[in-house]
């Protein structure tokens, strides 16, 4: 089974602003390539192994709070031949519904 069958949701293309957070350390300002309500793809290379938990701040734009949700880090991609850029690959942890309406809304504004 790929692992696009495996998702529960499905991912859009999307390019919003992103910070990622460890332990109150902030380790990396991204951008995401996809999005969906149960993950996203970051476009970056930080020192993380799957497994770890971080915390995501996605941009809402202008003068509103971000948007921020606990992930865990599910991929680490690295450059290949194939595959030409660094990402970090997170599922969403403890999103409710107020979460997944803020996601909606941010995909239905930023449609890539």
């Not at 990402?87 to 969403?92: Q, S, Y």
């Amino acid at each position: 089974m790929s692992d696009q069958e495996r998702r529960a949701h499905p991912r859009s293309p999307a390019s919003l602003a992103t910070r990622i957070w460890h332990e109150e350390r902030l380790l990396l300002s991204a951008r995401t390539l996809d999005v969906s309500l149960s993950g996203a793809l970051l476009h970056g290379s930080v020192r993380l192994d799957p497994g770890e938990i971080v915390r995501v701040e996605v941009s809402r734009g202008g003068l509103r709070n971000p948007l921020v949700l606990r992930a865990e880090v599910v991929r680490i991609e690295t450059p290949s031949p194939l595959l030409r850029r660094h990402g970090i690959a997170v599922r969403w942890l403890d999103a409710d519904v107020a979460d997944h309406a803020a996601l909606a809304s941010l995909l239905r504004a930023n449609p890539s």
